[in-house]
């Protein structure tokens, strides 16, 4: 009897550890819209609007919000934190794919949105210092936004985490123009670059400059 219970404790074990993998949301599941403040203090919303994807980028400056809404072909959202080891191998490649396929400035139709979400406790107090040290130019969003979100939208990282799935990290999604989760991996590994570009390709086509 003692072994037998070894063995069920041994396989409950397993079990646990491989479960996070299965957590993970799936290609072809929907966006779960969220809105997150950026590290510059900017909101971003990410959401579908009449079956197209969109992103709202919200900036309060004097008392007055500039708002500036794109289609992008696709968003790329990154789940890391900043004593994540493997997050940190992976962002060099996330950087890489920013570059090659923005879009231009101004362009407000096409081109990848890559996001990354912080899911350090602490939020932007210790993700802003770390991003500083840091050569990425994409957005990284730690904290809830400045205005209240709607109904249903995630607006803190700790709620996108329950929500997306999320148990290690970094956890990657792409997102296509119609809100389709097309890609998702789990980890790093150097094998994960090339398919991780094919999906984008997949989804934007050529670098669109």
Known sequence: MKTLAKIIGAFAI???LSAPSFAVMKAGEKLIPFSLKNID??????TTESGKLTLIVAETVAGETKVVKSHPS???????AT???PCRRAMPHMQKLN??????????????????????????????????????????????PSATA????AATAKDMKKRY?????????LIDSTGTITHAHVGFKEEFVPELEAAVKSVVGRPVR
């Open 14 to 16: 397993v079990l646990a």
């Open 41 to 46: 203090g900017k909101d971003y919303t990410v």
């Open 74 to 80: 696709g968003i790329l959202i990154d789940f890391w």
């Open 83 to 85: 004593w994540c080891v």
């Open 99 to 144: 570059e090659t396929y923005k879009p231009a400035e101004g362009q407000s139709e096409g081109g990848l949105r890559v996001l990354g979400i912080a899911l350090d406790d602490a939020g932007g107090k210790v993700v802003k210092p770390f991003y500083a040290k840091l050569k990425i130019t994409y957005p990284m969003l730690a904290d809830p």
């Open 150 to 153: 709607a109904s249903g939208i």
């Open 165 to 173: 799935g999320v148990q290690e990290i970094p956890v990657v999604y």
